[in-house]
């Protein structure tokens, strides 16, 4: 099925609004067809870094885990090609 497909079928059973806590694959449909209309996303502050984990810490698998809580949150709506971007600052102190 394809995100507008699905939308308009949604439309169609009576749903003015549809929220969708799928995974990565319904995502990249409603994201593919432009139907996709907010974004909620999570994060938590702790970094899982090292093998077999990919991310921005590279080396033998952090144990345990790392906690670095959010201080500061910056957002800047000229970033990159006119696009948003969020700069956040995690320390323990």
Same mark, same amino acid.
Do not use: N, W
């Given at each position: 099925m394809?995100g507008r $497909?699905?939308?308009e079928?949604m439309a169609g059973?009576g #749903? @003015? =609004?549809?929220? $969708?806590?799928? *995974?990565?694959?319904?995502?990249?449909? &409603? =994201?593919a067809?432009?139907v996709l209309?907010?974004?909620?996303?999570?994060?938590v502050? @702790?970094? /899982?870094g090292g093998?077999?984990v $990919?991310?921005i810490?590279?080396?033998? /698998?952090?144990?345990?885990?790392v906690? /670095?809580?959010?201080r500061? /949150? #910056? #957002?800047?709506? $000229?970033?990159?090609?006119?696009?948003?971007? &969020?700069? *956040?600052?995690y320390?323990? @102190?």
């Open positions: 394809q $497909s699905f939308v079928q059973a #749903y @003015r =609004l549809v929220y $969708s806590a799928a *995974g990565p694959k319904i995502a990249h449909m &409603l =994201l067809d432009g209309d907010r974004l909620y996303l999570t994060q502050s @702790r970094l /899982l093998a077999p $990919s991310s810490v590279e080396g033998p /698998l952090l144990e345990p885990p906690d /670095l809580p959010l500061h /949150l #910056y #957002y800047d709506a $000229s970033g990159v090609e006119g696009v948003g971007q &969020l700069f *956040g600052c320390a323990h @102190r």
